[in-house]
Nanobody, 126 residues
């Protein structure tokens, strides 16, 4: 059973930066894909970014391209989301997610992820 724990959320002014971390425990496979999603009050959960465990291939939601960077440190079983130039509309609870794959694969679809963290709040003030 994989457990994911996020950290790094907080309150920041518009234009500021935060780095979210997601530490995975119990993962016994190297071939995975991991993603970050977010959910604002009254809205559905939406995709933010994803990365492959092998190769570090990435994909981003259009509104965060050029501002957010997803990365991973396999030795530390950690996936990061560096968020720069934050905007008030980035305010949400951010969740990391993870799934095993037997190929190089990643997904924007939350239903394709098997494990989820508890979420970390990011609030951007104007």
């Amino acid at each position: 059973q994989v457990q994911l724990v996020e950290s790094g959320g907080g309150l920041v002014q518009a234009g500021g930066s935060l780095r979210l971390s997601c530490v995975a425990s119990g993962r016994t496979y190297r071939n995975y894909f991991a993603g970050w999603f977010r959910q604002a009050p009254g809205k559905e959960r939406e995709f933010v970014a994803a990365i492959t465990g092998i190769g570090g291939i990435t994909v981003y939601e259009d509104s965060v391209k050029g501002r957010f960077t997803i990365s991973r440190d396999s030795a530390k079983n950690t996936v990061y989301l560096q968020m720069n130039s934050l905007k008030p509309e980035d305010t949400a609870v951010y969740y990391c997610a993870d799934a095993y794959t037997d190929t190089v694969y990643l997904s924007r679809q939350s239903r394709e992820y098997d494990y989820w963290g508890q979420g970390t709040q990011v609030t951007v003030s104007s």
